[in-house]
Each structure stands twice: as C-alpha cells, then as structure tokens.
C-alpha cells in the first residue's frame, strides 16, 4: 500500500509559476514509477508527465518545454514544477503511484490539488 499527498496548489496568473510536491509513505518509493495526472471540468483525466524508477521522463505534448517532473527517492516525494502556466492548465492535479509484478499492476492515487489559472 502507497499513500500519497499533494499539496502546492493554488491560484496563479497567468504566465507564472507553480511547484506541486507529492509525498509518498507505506512503502518503498524507489520501486514505484510516478506520474502527475490531470482533470479539467467537464473532461477526462489525462496524463501530465511520468518518471521512472530511473528517473527517465516523459511528458504530453501540452506541457513540454513548460513543466518539469522530478524524484527525491530520499525524501520519498515527487514534484512537478510548472513554469509560463496557462489558463487551459486549469485542473485538478493528481499523483499516481504504479509499480508491476509480473503482470500484475498495483496503483494508488492521491487525493488530488487544485490549480487555477486566471488573472
């Protein structure tokens, strides 16, 4: 079992900057890929940036070059650093925790933090 907290969130205008941060605990953090996740009103949740148990990346086309995800296997947390943000960057932001055995997926979410984008 993994769970996970957000926090960071906020209000923001437009073209500034936001860090979220995820804190994990119940388990060993290093083992687990991370991922940021979003939701906008009205539309389904989609992927925001991933990284691997070995730090490799990977982001949607919508945030590339703007958003930066990282790990601090230490401190047991992932952050995403959201920088030239957008009112389309609207959403709820959620932390997704995922790790295989075999072909068996365990998965865990966090509660989610809210980010709004608006002047």
């Known amino acids: 079992q993994v769970q996970l907290v957000e926090s960071g969130g906020g209000l923001v205008q437009p073209g500034g900057s936001l860090r979220l941060s995820c804190a994990a605990s119940?388990?060993?953090?290093?083992?687990?890929?991370m991922g940021w996740y979003r939701q906008a009103p009205g539309k389904q949740r989609e992927l925001v940036a991933t990284?691997?148990?070995?730090?490799?990346?990977n982001y949607a086309d919508s945030v590339k070059g703007r958003f930066t995800i990282s790990r601090d296997n230490a401190k047991n947390t992932v952050y995403l650093q959201m920088n030239s943000l957008k009112p389309e960057d609207t959403a709820v932001y959620y932390c997704?925790?995922?790790?295989?055995?075999?072909?068996?997926?365990?998965?865990?979410w966090g509660q989610g933090t809210q980010v709004t984008v608006s002047s």
């Open positions: 990284i691997t148990r070995s730090g490799s990346t």
């Open positions: 119940g388990s060993i953090f290093s083992i687990y890929d």
């Open positions: 997704h925790a995922v790790r295989f055995i075999g072909v068996i997926e365990y998965d865990y």
